[in-house]
């Protein structure tokens, strides 16, 4: 195996990049490696209109410290109300680069998501004219949908009716965790792709619950059994050109992960690519590393890849800080539980 890789600087097409004192302390470990991202809108409140989308980019431009670059790609938050025009104006003016599907109820500051489909229709009908990408949470809320079946469901109920009334709309299915959503994908043509995480490459469902319950690996999607981890790591590593990298990086101080009723979400931004690189050398795949994290998503995102690189190098094992400390309280970052070589040089 080779001991160095030079690829094109990475983006990130799914960050929680938060606010205030969270937002400080979390954007350095993106822009570190990463030259973009897709900031997600689950804000309280919530990133809705056009105007609270230009402030979030302000607030984040001024929390990068100084030295670093890094373009945050604006994201604005779907409800029953949001008007087809402050969303159309939006993505012409460049502000935003897509729009963001929560069902109502699925996660983090999801309240003020969708319940009613249909009451959508007239922004998706404006956006499949226009070309602007729907990134979705794909999981469906019914109580009576058993938690692991829920994406498989989604993609059935709410995923494909919406594709099929709306033609030409284009759809990010975020986060991908079954093999259902990689099938799904893969069959369905041009105008779909879906984001796979390091945390869902990485682990499957025992190891968040046996021998233990280990709440710094849950999330949402939570992380299904291992035959579905392997159909993720053969789409990532397969150089498919619709599945690329979206962290999910999503940070929790550990006193609400730690709590009887903890957050979910992953803390992955500082070591997302020295994961990426080990789980890509075992399968044999470096080569199709930078397809993944680098040129797949800016080609769906009808974006310029980045000019600038990074190296990545293989040594003796590398330690990442096992957390971060923000005014907020410490954030446990994602431990992968092997060991990585890979590290990243500018
Ligand atoms: O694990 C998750 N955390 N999944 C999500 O969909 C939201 C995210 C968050 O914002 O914490
Ligand atoms: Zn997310």
Redo the contacts with the bound molecule.
């Keep these: 195996m080779a001991d160095t890789l030079t690829i094109r600087r990475p983006d990130d097409w799914h960050l929680?990049l938060?606010d205030g004192a969270m937002l400080a302390a979390v954007l350095p470990e993106s822009a570190r490696h990463f030259a973009r991202a897709l900031v997600?809108p689950?804000l309280l409140p919530p990133v809705v209109t056009a105007a609270q989308a230009a402030a979030y980019r302000s607030r984040i431009l001024a929390a990068l410290p100084e030295g670093m670059e890094f373009t945050p790609l604006m994201t604005l938050y779907l409800t029953e109300e949001s008007d087809p025009e402050d969303v159309a104006a939006a993505a012409r003016d460049g502000l935003i680069a897509a729009v963001k599907l929560?069902p109502a109820g699925?996660?983090?500051?999801?309240a003020s998501g969708v319940r009613d489909f249909g009451r959508i229709r007239p922004v998706l009908e404006r956006m499949a004219e226009t070309g602007l990408p729907l990134c979705v949470?794909g999981e469906v809320t019914d109580s009576s949908v058993d938690i692991f079946d829920r994406e498989a469901v989604f993609l059935e109920r709410v995923l494909e009716p919406i594709r099929r009334a709306t033609p030409g709309l284009r759809v990010v299915l975020?986060?991908v965790t079954t093999a259902e959503g990689v099938d799904y994908v893969k069959s369905g043509g041009e105008n779909i792709a879906a984001t796979i995480t390091a945390h869902h490459l990485t682990i499957n469902r025992n190891h968040m619950l046996a021998g233990g319950i280990r709440p710094h690996y849950?999330?949402?999607?939570v992380a299904k059994r291992e035959a579905h981890r392997l159909a993720l790591l053969e789409a990532a590593t397969s150089g498919h050109p619709r599945f690329f990298l979206g962290t999910?990086s999503?940070?929790?101080t550990d006193a609400a992960k730690l709590a009887p009723c903890g957050?979910?979400?992953?803390f992955t931004a500082p070591n997302a690519l020295s994961i990426l690189a080990e789980l890509f050398g075992q399968a044999g795949a470096l080569a199709r590393l930078e397809a993944f994290t680098s040129l797949n998503g800016a080609a769906f995102y009808r974006l310029a890849p980045n000019e600038e690189t990074i190296t990545l190098q293989r040594g003796a094992p590398v330690i990442h800080p096992a957390r971060i400390d923000t005014a907020e309280g410490p954030v446990t970052v994602f431990d992968p539980g092997f060991p990585l070589h890979w590290s990243v040089t500018p």
């Design positions: 929680h938060r997600m689950n929560y699925a996660t983090t500051n999801s949470h975020e986060h849950y999330c949402l999607p999910d999503a940070p929790h957050c979910a979400g992953c």
